[in-house]
């Protein structure tokens, strides 16, 4: 389990976040609701260990703390973070991406197991492990990022905004692919533009606001949320 208990951050003058608060099991998704601006991505910066939080703020995995750990302890810990603008390294095939995921101590040793369970989750990339990233596709680098986080055993996967600027049909692949690792026990907090899409997979959702948590609920109380409808899913509420 995931908990996250009153993280704080600011830039400068400006907070961030204020207090937020929230928690992923293994084996759940998560999604984080929340207009452009509202902390999404500073948040998920913040668990992974690349934002600092004011003092007080605290974030455990499995009862252990990872507040003001270094990113790569965090990795080390079972949380991995998917970027927002995928972060993958164009200039290295598939391959050694997906062999640079597996650089943490916690996944050595298991390597080719996972990396046969990442191939079957995304089959583009067995097709072309030898081809270099930069010249795939938008979705098929989303792919290869999703995939290196995946080498590094989490027990908990972050992603910012894994749709943004693909097409449709690969949003479908993606989130399809989500829901498999989900099934795998994993836990998922996920940052997502599409809101409807990511409320059909999601478990559980929070509601993200000028830095502070405004409404939580199961996925399906959220849909049916006639404020939620209104500021996310373009829709009022049909009662």
Do not use: W
Request: aromatic share 2%; net charge negative; glycine share 12%.
């Amino acid at each position: 389990m995931l908990e996250i208990r009153d993280i704080a951050v600011h830039y400068g003058r400006h907070q961030a976040l204020d207090k937020v608060a929230l928690d992923v099991a293994k084996g759940e998704i998560v999604v984080i609701l929340g207009a452009n601006g509202a902390g999404k991505s500073t948040l998920l910066k913040t668990v992974a260990g690349l934002q600092a939080a004011v003092h007080g703020s605290t974030v455990t995995l499995d009862d252990h703390r990872l507040d003001g750990l270094p990113p790569h302890k965090v990795v080390e810990a079972g949380l991995a973070l998917v970027p927002e603008g995928r972060g993958v390294f164009g200039e290295l095939t598939v391959a050694e991406n997906l062999a640079m995921g597996a650089y943490a101590q916690r996944a050595r040793g298991d390597e080719a197991r996972r990396l046969a369970q990442v191939l079957a989750l995304f089959p583009k990339l067995a097709e072309r492990r030898g081809q270099m990233v930069r010249t795939m596709s938008g979705g098929e680098q989303q792919m290869v990022a999703i995939g290196r986080a995946l080498m590094s055993a989490p027990d908990i996967l972050m992603l910012d905004e894994p749709s943004l600027g693909l097409s449709p049909l690969v949003c479908g692949e993606l989130f399809d692919a989500l829901e498999k690792v989900r099934d795998t026990g994993v836990g998922i907090l996920l940052v997502e533009q599409n809101a409807r899409r990511s409320l059909e997979m999601a478990d559980r959702g929070y509601l993200l606001e000028n830095g502070r948590i405004v409404g939580q609920g199961t996925a399906a109380a959220l849909r049916d949320d006639e404020n939620v409808r209104r500021a996310y899913l373009g829709a009022a509420s049909a009662h």
